[in-house]
């Protein structure tokens, strides 16, 4: 009889269920029942079975006892929970705490602990696991009989048998090995996933080598964070689960294992690291293969070849020989096995149908790997690299953008599909990977079936732009105009902001009919045939974000009129625009469009029921919002104003775009008056309100600090009481904001460096690299934080964004971490970028003001230790009759910091800098005054030389980002190695 899963071996041999109990310390059942073998799957139930019933997320397994009584299972392990189901069948049951934790040893147990008398060798890792597995089986082939279990097959000797998932459930991995000891095998090479280590289906394998390949950003869906993933893996390699480590020092993460791990270690590195055990040398790396020499920790030398192309494969074969002479086998005779595999299946495979051209298929699904790939052919390539880049669906969507990305920069021609959609829609996956900037002559998303059919017309340009963008958004609009190579997005911000939310921030929170619709607005319906028709997609203000069920609003600007486009959009997918006169096509029409967008957005946020976080401050806002959005995040799903969209047009957008799954919504809220921020609250009322800091920035525009402090105040009056949960979050440190405590019902918590805040931090201090860190106070306890952030005014902003996590219940292990792995979302805020000659340009350049001016040029000389800075600094818009004092005290401010250049670029206002600079002891070519951004370029092209340190930083109306820019392309030759 042929049974479904995994096969079992033919000699079984019995266990009474008697003995079975008294292993897991459960109460024993009168019964003689005799144990033969074991499964999780009410499908795969064999006769002599126990059935083990787990608790799952959605249902539980013993709601499927019936049927593994049916097949003859006779006996059932479950929890406290499951019990009585299981009980109602008649079968004899054994009751733990935790079923699954106790499943790996009993099943071991049942099938006489096989693993015991095979030589386990376990390769984890985020890339390189499937090939390091199949290459230490063929060096194990040439003197053991061997298997393999992994992502691609599992391989009991010669038979092949297609893998469910990359590690198999305990059941199934104990009865695989006693299957393999039944027909000769005696080592067993096998992929360990974090998957398999969290949820024990390693339990009871104890491998004699376990070897780490590397860790990058992966399973996000399923780890909190990357410590998390590293903490996951890490579990490998104690007493517990190995005896002896093989550990790439190449490897960040790598390099930390190897001094935390329990069990002795051995290193590799195939970039020659002068610490490694074995290392690569004589590197050569060919078409289709690389041959090197590996040298051993006793002076071996060994002939090797990696029979995969790319230098990443290199170090795949250099761990395959360090594991293999780790676990005793002649290092040359091992290498030799390896350099026999014929290839491993998905990986660089090639295909060949008689075609002209190299054809590969490589199974790559995160952005190092697709990076990694890419690269490796184009050093075999004379022509052109086309690439067909699939991305599944229901699985982690942070890695989809830098996938794109990835693809954009090192390919000519994209084509994005998905490859497996599962449950989610297909068109959905492609279309996020094809979000990244372009720099492909030709890139499309292939449309599944079931999106759309036709071409999409393409409107026409508006410059009537949302500035809701996302930022890689921003990017592929600019690069369709340029001809040079672009910039790329940084992976670590596409992946955070990426992860905010569950479903795409391109549909809307809740379908409401346009008849709807018009009653919350007060506005009247024309040219709509049937009112009930549905909004489903985003609301959008730019012509070219429209989706299919999407309600365009038209403004009509001074120099653009969205009512113009009226056709274009409709054709596009909107189902109806909100506009202030009949168009000719299904319209809302109302008295005033920015009015019915806030009454609409007001509508559906008291519909939602999220908590409400709004932010206000002269300076960090933006900053401090994006760290807010990152922390909450862990919890649920968070949406949040993208870049700095924080007026009475982003507001409403922005709430617009959250869903129902939506938990927090994030606002940051921006002034140019009194009475300004009064209103963004009517629009979206907060429950939480945080203000950063008063300031001088617009202070031209309010008359004042005190004026600021009136309007930024607005905020904390806007809150409920306290009894009906609002909360004011103040700055301890600020005494115009402090202040602000008398101005709200509010229950008010404190944060700052202040003894009295309520979340504070102690020893303040920056790493080497200008990187903040510091303890972490709450009153649920500290934490260590080190940000990934530059600067220390982010010190401030974190406790800001840590008051608001404390609040909502997160504790300060949880928020220290978040802090500690939360990026820069926004562009053009302190965005580090290292040029392969040593400069690092630090473009700040998106606003300025002159207490971020301050922050920024500090940070520049923290940054800077030991080596040249550069400040490229242009004026600071709107501070009236305090221009000129403010615009001096910097210039001064940058000579007091032993800034070895001061580079003020512009007019009058650039030229007070520079005085200032002059006035303070900075002369002779120390400081100098240029007439705009190109003049700046030429003269740091010119003058930068390798480990130079360049801030870039002006008001936005400067447009200093261009001399940034420049200065990255010029010293990559077009490649940008951002972190």
């Known amino acids: 009889m042929t049974y479904p899963g995994p096969p079992r071996p033919a000699q079984l041999s019995a266990t009474s269920l008697a003995d079975l109990a008294d292993e897991l310390g459960a109460a024993a059942p009168t019964s003689s029942a005799e144990v033969t073998g074991i499964t999780h799957d009410s499908r795969a139930v064999r006769p002599g079975d126990l059935y083990a019933a ?130 000769g095998v ?20 104890v491998f004699d080598i376990a070897v780490f390949t590397n860790l990058s950003p992966e399973h996000m869906e399923f780890h909190s964070g990357m410590e998390d993933y590293f903490q996951a893996k890490a579990q490998l390699f104690t007493p517990l689960r190995s005896r002896q480590a093989v550990v790439n020092l190449d490897d960040e993460y790598g390099r930390r294992l190897a001094t935390e791990a329990t069990v002795p270690v051995t290193t590799y590195s195939a970039e020659g690291h002068p610490d490694a055990d074995w290392r690569a040398e004589g590197v050569e790396v060919g078409p289709m293969d690389s041959t090197f020499t590996a040298v051993g920790p006793k002076g071996e030398l060994i002939t090797a070849r990696s029979p995969l192309a790319g230098s990443f494969n290199v170090a795949n074969t250099l761990a395959a020989i360090a594991a293999l002479a780790t676990a005793g086998l002649d290092p040359q005779l091992a290498a030799d096995g390896i350099a026999a595999v014929p290839g491993v299946p998905g990986r660089l495979e090639r295909v060949d149908a008689g075609q002209p051209y190299l054809a590969v298929v490589d199974y790559a699904h995160k952005t190092d790997a697709v990076e990694s790939v890419l690269r490796a052919l184009r050093k075999v390539t004379e022509g052109k690299v086309h690439v067909v880049l699939g991305c599944g669906g229901d699985r982690d969507r942070t890695k989809r953008e830098p996938m794109g990305a990835a693809v954009a920069r090192l390919a000519d021609t994209a084509v994005l599909t998905s490859d497996n959609p599962r449950s989610e829609d297909p068109s959905r996956s492609s279309r996020r990977c094809s979000r990244a900037p372009p720099r492909c002559p030709r890139t499309s998303a292939a449309r599944s079936r079931s999106s759309r059919t036709g071409p999409r017309p393409s409107p026409p340009p508006s410059p009537a732009h949302s500035r809701a963008t996302p930022c890689w958004s921003r ?102 625009l909100l506009a202030s006169r009949p168009v000719g096509v299904p319209a809302i029409v109302v008295d005033d469009v920015q009015s019915a967008l806030g009454a609409l957005a007001r509508h559906v946020v008291g519909r939602l029921g ?9 300076a960090g806002k933006t900053s401090t919002k994006d760290l807010i959005a990152q922390v909450l995040s862990r919890t649920a799903p968070t949406v949040f104003t993208p870049g700095s969209f924080n007026n009475e047009i982003g507001l409403p957008l922005t709430a617009l775009s959250a869903t129902a799954e939506t938990r927090f919504l994030v606002l940051e809220m921006g002034a140019r008056g009194i009475g300004h921020i009064r209103y963004l609250t009517d629009l979206t009322p907060p429950k939480i309100g945080l203000v950063l800091n008063v300031g001088t920035a617009h202070i031209g525009e309010f008359g004042g600090r005190e004026q600021i402090a009136q309007a930024k105040g607005e905020l904390v009056e806007a809150l409920p009481s306290a009894e009906d949960g609002g909360a004011a979050i103040l700055n301890a440190d600020d005494p115009l904001v402090r202040a602000m405590a008398s101005r709200t019902k509010a229950k008010v918590i404190l944060f700052g460096e202040s003894g009295e805040a309520d979340v504070r931090a102690e020893n303040v201090r920056l790493t080497d690299s200008g990187q903040p860190a510091f303890s972490l106070h709450t009153p649920s306890g500290c934490s260590e934080v080190t940000m990934r952030l ?190």
Not at 61 to 72: K, N, P, R, S, Y
Request: charged share 20%; proline share 4%.
């Open 54 to 183: 787990l608790p799952g997320a959605r249902l539980h397994g013993a709601d499927f006892v019936t049927q593994a009584a049916g097949l003859g299972a006779v006996a059932v392990l479950t929890d406290p929970a499951g019990a009585d189901r299981a009980t109602a069948t008649g079968l004899p049951v054994l009751v733990v705490e935790d079923p699954r934790g106790q499943m790996g040893e009993l099943a071991a147990t049942i099938y006489g602990h096989p693993g015991r008398d095979l030589l386990q060798i376990g390769i984890t890792g985020t890339s390189g696991k499937t090939t390091t597995a199949y290459l230490v089986e063929g060096g194990l082939k040439t003197v053991r009989s061997t298997g393999l279990i992994g992502t691609v097959e599992t391989r009991i000797g010669d038979e092949r048998i297609k893998s469910e998932r990359t590690t198999p459930e305990a059941t199934d991995l104990q009865a695989l090995f006693a299957v393999m000891l039944e027909r």
């Open 475 to 576: 990017a592929r609009a600019t690069s369709r105009a340029r001809t040079s190579p672009e910039w790329s997005v940084p992976s670590t911000t596409a992946r955070c902001f990426a992860k905010l939310s569950r479903r795409p921030r391109d549909e809307l929170v809740i379908a409401l009919s346009l008849a709807e619709i018009a009653e919350v607005v007060g506005g009247q319906t024309h040219d709509i045939p049937d009112p009930s028709v549905q909004v489903t997609g985003p609301v959008v203000r730019d012509s070219r974000e429209v989706q299919p069920g999407s309600l365009f609003v038209a403004f009509a600007g001074e120099r653009v009129d969205g009512h113009d486009f009226a056709e274009a959009v409709v054709q596009a997918g909107a189902v109806a």
């Open 610 to 618: 999220t908590t409400l976080v709004a932010l206000t401050g002269s």
């Open 186 to 205: 005696d080592a067993v090479a096998m992929e360990v996933s974090s998957h398999a280590l969290v949820l024990g289906r390693v339990d009871a394998c």
């Open 790 to 979: 530059y600067g220390e005014h982010h010190v401030s902003n974190a406790l800001a964004a840590a008051a608001v996590a404390h609040e909502l219940g997160m504790s300060a292990d949880e928020i220290a971490t978040a802090l500690s792995e939360a990026g820069s979302l926004s562009r053009w805020r302190m965005e580090v970028t290292e040029r392969p000659d040593g400069v690092t340009i630090v473009n700040d350049a998106y606003n300025a003001n002159p207490e971020s001016m301050r922050a920024a040029l500090r940070a520049l000389a923290a940054m800077g230790k030991g080596r040249r800075t550069w400040a490229v600094l242009g004026k600071m818009a709107e501070l009236g009759d305090e221009a000129l004092a403010e615009h001096d005290a910097v210039g001064r401010l940058a000579v007091r910091l032993n800034v070895g250049k001061l580079v003020a670029v512009g007019g009058r206002e650039a030229s007070w800098l520079q005085l200032g600079a002059y006035n303070e002891g900075s002369w002779g070519e120390e400081s100098v005054h240029v007439s705009d951004a190109q003049a700046a370029v030429d003269l740091l092209r010119s003058e930068l030389r390798p480990g130079d340190v360049v801030l870039v930083k002006a008001s936005r109306s400067v447009g200093l980002e261009s001399v940034a820019q420049a200065l990255i392309e010029t010293g990559t030759e077009g490649e940008v190695a951002a972190r």
